[in-house]
């Protein structure tokens, strides 16, 4: 960063407790854990430039009242011999960065100062799990910037907290009280897994063949996970119409093409899932500044006639796995071993799917503006991204907005998929897309839209 300062931001006199994790928090606290010195990777950053300068005096307050409202700008989380805990304190002080800009560099330094807080590892044990930056120019703030620890919040959280800072920003917005916080989500959650939920995670292990990547033969590669991203403006009205068709979502329309590109890939007729769910699915829950999210486990069947009937079927399960998608994290690892045990195999559930688009209050995706004069069958852009050598995901697929387009997030790993054939399905899934946009695509034929046919 250009010159930073800092600015210590007192608080004093608020309610404070010590409580388990929440079962979002938990199930990211071992997705960190696993990555244990690259924590960073899981750091959620957010800027905005304010469309008027406001007072350095002003943001501080904003800030402060900001922290005060929010158990979770002012909690640790601590690894113990019975797990981990968030401590909520009482009393306490955030340094703030201050950075010089000047405004025809702001946006540059924006994304620049953004990148750079987003690359250092929050330790939970010891800072606050949200860092606070403000772009300043001649006294006076003109953007701000924010890294957020994804064990403490998830993206819809964060998204909240930015938007709620920015509101106190205006000086016409008053901080609502936060009646339901981490605290009392963590006491919410303390009865434990629903029988119904347990039910039908039970149904679905049950329902599975051993592994979903049995067939799959490939070469290792350094890294080990190949990550590719497709940015394609096509594919925004082709899922649009394919939605509105069957009646469905565009998110379940995105889900089926994953699907399929995986289970031909297998040559399966339905594949295991996690997708990974907001669970905001409450007002309640969706004022809560906490990480929610965890994997909704889907079995997503190809279906017997054509693409469309995968889209339906894709969207009923995954509106029923999102039903069960609340349960301890542990509770599931002895569910899934004690079914593994008795049936003496063991469950891949490697696959992941993430609609990580911009949201509406309400959960609903926003979609982006359709480009005019742009072909409908004209190809996206694909770039190969740096790998990971490690990765808990051997099957990601991920769906982003980006302006009039869509990007698409492919992960694989090297053992199951070369970088050739990871490419040739991020393109399957465009060129599935496409064709299912235009009419019936028989089930028969997708292998060989998605390049599953292909070795």
């Given at each position: 960063?250009?010159?930073?300062?800092?600015?210590?931001?007192?608080?004093?006199?608020?309610?404070?407790?010590?409580?388990?994790?929440?079962?979002?928090?938990?199930?990211?606290?071992?997705?960190?854990?696993?990555?244990?010195?690259?924590?960073?990777?899981?750091?959620?950053?957010?800027?905005?430039?304010?469309?008027?300068?406001?007072?350095?005096?002003?943001?501080?307050?904003?800030?402060?009242?900001?922290?005060?409202?929010?158990?979770?700008?002012?909690?640790?989380?601590?690894?113990?011999?019975?797990?981990?805990?968030?401590?909520?304190?009482?009393?306490?002080?955030?340094?703030?960065?201050?950075?010089?800009?000047?405004?025809?560099?702001?946006?540059?330094?924006?994304?620049?100062?953004?990148?750079?807080?987003?690359?250092?590892?929050?330790?939970?044990?010891?800072?606050?799990?949200v860092r606070f930056c403000l772009l300043v120019q001649r006294h006076a703030v003109t953007g701000v910037v924010l890294v957020a620890s994804h064990v403490a919040l998830d993206g819809w959280a964060t998204d909240r907290l930015l938007a709620d800072l920015l509101g106190c920003l205006d000086g016409r917005h008053r901080l609502r009280p936060e009646r339901y916080g981490p605290i009392e989500h963590a006491h919410h959650e303390s009865v434990g897994i629903r029988s119904s939920t347990q039910a039908y995670l039970e149904k679905c292990l049950r329902s599975l063949r051993p592994s979903v990547f049995a067939t799959l033969a490939g070469e290792a590669d350094l890294p080990r996970f190949h990550a590719h991203t497709l940015r394609s403006t096509a594919i925004v009205a082709a899922a649009r119409t394919i939605a509105d068709r069957c009646r469905t979502s565009t998110?379940?329309?995105?889900?089926?093409?994953?699907?399929?590109?995986?289970?031909?890939?297998?040559?399966?007729?339905?594949?295991?899932?996690?997708?990974?769910?907001?669970?905001?699915?409450?007002?309640?829950?969706?004022?809560?500044?906490?990480?929610?999210?965890?994997?909704?486990?889907?079995?997503?069947?190809?279906?017997?006639?054509?693409?469309?009937?995968?889209?339906?079927?894709?969207?009923?399960?995954?509106?029923?796995?999102?039903?069960?998608?609340?349960?301890?994290?542990?509770?599931?690892?002895?569910?899934?071993?004690?079914?593994?045990?008795?049936?003496?195999?063991?469950?891949?559930?490697?696959?992941?799917?993430?609609?990580?688009?911009?949201?509406?209050?309400?959960?609903?995706?926003?979609?982006?503006?359709?480009?005019?004069?742009?072909?409908?069958?004209?190809?996206?852009?694909?770039?190969?991204?740096?790998?990971?050598?490690?990765?808990?995901?051997?099957?990601?697929?991920?769906?982003?907005?980006?302006?009039?387009?869509?990007?698409?997030?492919?992960?694989?790993?090297?053992?199951?998929?070369?970088?050739?054939?990871?490419?040739?399905?991020?393109?399957?899934?465009?060129?599935?897309?496409?064709?299912?946009?235009?009419?019936?695509?028989?089930?028969?034929?997708?292998?060989?839209?998605?390049?599953?046919?292909?070795?």
């Amino acid at each position: 960063m250009s010159d930073p300062t800092t600015i210590a931001v007192p608080f004093h006199g608020c309610t404070g407790g010590s409580v388990e994790l929440t079962w979002g928090q938990a199930n990211m606290w071992r997705a960190v854990e696993r990555f244990s010195g690259a924590a960073e990777l899981f750091n959620l950053p957010r800027w905005h430039l304010l469309s008027r300068p406001v007072p350095l005096a002003r943001a501080v307050r904003a800030i402060r009242g900001l922290v005060e409202n929010r158990q979770v700008l002012r909690t640790r989380f601590v690894a113990g011999a019975h797990g981990p805990r968030q401590y909520v304190t009482t009393d306490g002080t955030h340094q703030v960065a201050v950075v010089p800009v000047h405004r025809s560099q702001a946006r540059r330094t924006a994304i620049r100062t953004t990148a750079e807080l987003a690359t250092v590892r929050i330790d939970l044990a010891r800072d606050w799990p949200v860092r606070f930056c403000l772009l300043v120019q001649r006294h006076a703030v003109t953007g701000v910037v924010l890294v957020a620890s994804h064990v403490a919040l998830d993206g819809w959280a964060t998204d909240r907290l930015l938007a709620d800072l920015l509101g106190c920003l205006d000086g016409r917005h008053r901080l609502r009280p936060e009646r339901y916080g981490p605290i009392e989500h963590a006491h919410h959650e303390s009865v434990g897994i629903r029988s119904s939920t347990q039910a039908y995670l039970e149904k679905c292990l049950r329902s599975l063949r051993p592994s979903v990547f049995a067939t799959l033969a490939g070469e290792a590669d350094l890294p080990r996970f190949h990550a590719h991203t497709l940015r394609s403006t096509a594919i925004v009205a082709a899922a649009r119409t394919i939605a509105d068709r069957c009646r469905t979502s565009t998110a379940a329309v995105f889900l089926a093409a994953a699907a399929a590109a995986l289970a031909t890939s297998c040559a399966d007729r339905r594949v295991p899932i996690k997708i990974i769910t907001s669970n905001r699915f409450t007002p309640r829950y969706r004022s809560l500044a906490a990480a929610m999210a965890q994997d909704a486990l889907a079995v997503v069947p190809l279906g017997d006639t054509d693409f469309d009937e995968t889209v339906r079927l894709a969207y009923r399960s995954a509106t029923i796995a999102c039903c069960h998608s609340r349960y301890p994290p542990a509770e599931f690892d002895r569910l899934r071993t004690r079914i593994e045990a008795v049936s003496g195999a063991t469950f891949d559930l490697t696959a992941y799917f993430n609609d990580a688009r911009t949201m509406h209050p309400d959960g609903r995706p926003v979609e982006p503006p359709l480009r005019r004069g742009r072909s409908a069958g004209a190809a996206g852009v694909l770039t190969r991204l740096a790998g990971l050598d490690d990765n808990d995901m051997r099957f990601y697929v991920r769906i982003t907005s980006a302006g009039t387009a869509y990007d698409v997030l492919l992960v694989t790993d090297s053992h199951l998929f070369s970088a050739a054939r990871s490419e040739r399905l991020l393109r399957g899934i465009e060129s599935l897309l496409l064709a299912a946009a235009t009419g019936s695509v028989p089930v028969a034929r997708i292998a060989a839209l998605t390049g599953a046919a292909q070795p």
